[in-house]
């Protein structure tokens, strides 16, 4: 990895996977699954499903990994070692997804929940295209992307030291349709975190 800021949100979730899973488990009305479910049911019984950011095997990875050939990918060692626990039937494999490479074609579907508002907004857009490269044609990628113009944005959340960053609903738009995507879902939606109301910026889009 050699993005300082990728080190820092990897040592972050390393040290505060505990904190991070019970201020999780207080978010109640976060849409994941039924996104999930809405990417699920066009994909065909075992196929390449890859997820950006998987986190430490969460309720979407194991129904994914049921259903589909899962690899998952992550920064954190601390996540890596409770997904292949929870998950042993996927994949798992550290790596930054910003600088991962597969080769062309070799997934039906691409999805990442709530890691890209992680990653330096000025590397999405070539992080979409890298992924439209990844799918087959009429691949699909699901994403949760930060929906405020925020350059970057680092302190201390959750007890770690952490980077945010995104743009605008109208610039990723704007990127993924520049990367060849189709969008076919694109909402914003507010959920409860502990602290307050947070937005989000989901979409589901085509090769
Ligand atoms: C907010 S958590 C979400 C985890 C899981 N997807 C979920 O929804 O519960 C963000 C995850 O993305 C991972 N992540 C952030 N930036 C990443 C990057 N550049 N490459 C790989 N993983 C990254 C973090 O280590 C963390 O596990």
């Not at 990875?61 to 992550?74: K, P």
């Not at 998950?87 to 997804?97: G, N, T, Y």
């Not at 349709?177 to 602290?195: K, M, Y």
Request: proline share 4%; net charge negative.
């Amino acid at each position: 990895m050699s993005d300082q800021r990728a080190q820092l949100v990897a040592d972050g979730y390393d040290a505060m996977i505990d904190t991070w899973e019970s201020w999780k488990a207080q978010i109640d009305d976060d849409p994941r699954a039924e996104w999930c479910e809405e990417l699920a049911w066009r994909l065909v019984p075992g196929a390449r499903v890859l997820e950006l950011g998987c986190g430490g095997g969460t309720t979407e990875t194991r129904q994914l990994a049921s259903r589909f050939e899962l690899t998952g990918i992550d920064l954190s060692a601390a996540q890596l070692e409770r997904a292949r626990a929870r998950v042993p039937e996927a994949v798992f494999r550290q790596a930054d997804l910003a600088e991962v490479e597969f080769d062309p074609a070799s997934f039906d579907a691409v999805a990442a929940f709530y890691s890209f508002n992680h990653v330096p907004r000025e590397l999405l857009g070539g992080l979409f295209g890298r992924i439209h490269s990844w799918l087959v044609p009429g691949g699909w990628l699901l994403a949760t992307l930060g929906a405020s113009d925020l350059e970057g944005w680092t302190g201390e959340w959750l007890g770690a030291e952490m980077f945010f960053s995104g743009w605008p609903p109208e610039t990723s738009r704007r990127l993924l349709t520049e990367a060849g995507f189709e969008l076919e879902r694109d909402e914003l939606v507010t959920i409860s975190e502990p602290e307050g109301d947070a937005t989000f910026h989901w979409i589901l889009a085509r090769r």
